[in-house]
């Protein structure tokens, strides 16, 4: 898919993903990780992975809650305020949010100067559901250096939806933390870059997490993908690493795919029809 | 993707595709060709490539008028119709449908016993819109030997909406002509049919073709793929193939794909904005 080339000034943007192992529950220990694998970059927007700080495998909705923080300013968010402080740059990374009784699987943006912006995951994945509520926030996109971002958690990916809402809502750049155990969602994710028209970075774990009766393998081979599907870089399955590219977000904006076609202008919504029981919403 | 195995009858269907490069304007060579090439198969339902009887570059849309039929049973639509008949079979294909002043890119499935089912594909690719009107009739599904099958044609792959829309009506099994010129549908067609549990059949041309100041190359690699994502079969990029396959269709109607996880039940509509300006559907 190659746009014809419009009238965009190019103006470029480093995006970042961090790819690690985090130590279940040794917060502290992980943020340290994160900040001496940053050092060494030089980006406008690193991404993290979900849940990058805790680990993933919480045997109890009550540990998942002791390990919880609020959006206000727990440990980590504020830890990686300063860091991005430090770098001149926007952070993005997952943690479980507390928010008056309920537990959430949330990622968070900070950057200097910026207001903190939340998503919480709205597609639990498997246990997930015995330790987090849904999220119940809309889907949102938010500016950042000119560029629009939006941002969606791990299993969001199998859902055609996410991007697409996200997207329609104008994103330039979908910042993706995950921890994968599956080994689709990579792939997935060169088709939402395509049929979207959007950049999107998914920082995804490494490593093997047995807690309990809970074994998990994460699927690392983080990536960033343009808006035409190509790899811009992918990371190994199982190693600490990352990546920075250069991306012209603005190429987002233009849906067009060539002369004639217009990712958003062919869109037929009269026939489309979303409704889990197949009736039209419109 | 491995769904918890449930209670359904193991109840397979056979479903084909038949891959070849038809030539411009050769109407009833091209149907001996398929004829021929579907003497070897023993299927349920077989699935041929879009436009395949006329060819593919009109070089205006008198030209494609000249080639269209009417659904109620032109040239192509009769022979077609004879061929399920003598091999007791569906057959979906391709071909440019008159209707009143309008043609159409639509394609037909016949069966013996059957009503003809027609699919007017709803987002047409580059000059098609110069030769054809886009489909104004709703995407639908039909039972046929209690498999309940979706057409769509081509370029309708890049909108996530279009299986989705069929999957959510309760498609089986996707029927997918196509004369494919870019190489991203068959990756993003696993992506489908893994995020819809769908089988789909991609029946796709081969060749080059040189016509006015048109020269396509099309791109082969006809498949079939499970509902999860798996590859059963996939063709050359330039051979005459055909490829039968067995599927348990039964299992597309398990959205489940673990234990906690439902395609269906997990989806947030109310979170999903699908509306080309952002603005919520429902």
Redesign the interface.
Known sequence: ?TADSGSFTLEEMKVAYVQFQPVFGRVAENIEKARSMMSGIDADIVVLPELCFTGYAFVSPQEAESYAESAGGGFSLKRMKELSENHNCGIVFGFPEKDGAGVYNSCAFVAPGAKTRIYRK??????E?DWFR??DK??DIFEFRDCKVGMMIC?DW?????V??LG???ADLICHPANLV?P?CQ??M??RC??NRVFAVTANRTGREKRGDFDFEFTGKSQIVSVN?EIISRGSRDKDETAVADIDFRTSREKAI????D???????E????????KD??
């Open positions: 898919l709205l597609h639990l994945y498997y246990f559901k849904p999220g809309p889907l299993f199998i859902f055609p939806e996410t697409r809402t329609l809502m104008g599956m689709y792939d997935a060169v088709i395509l049929e599907g060539n002369r004639r076609n990712l958003w202008a062919d869109r037929r919504p026939f489309y029809r979303m409704e889990s029981d197949g919403e419109t």
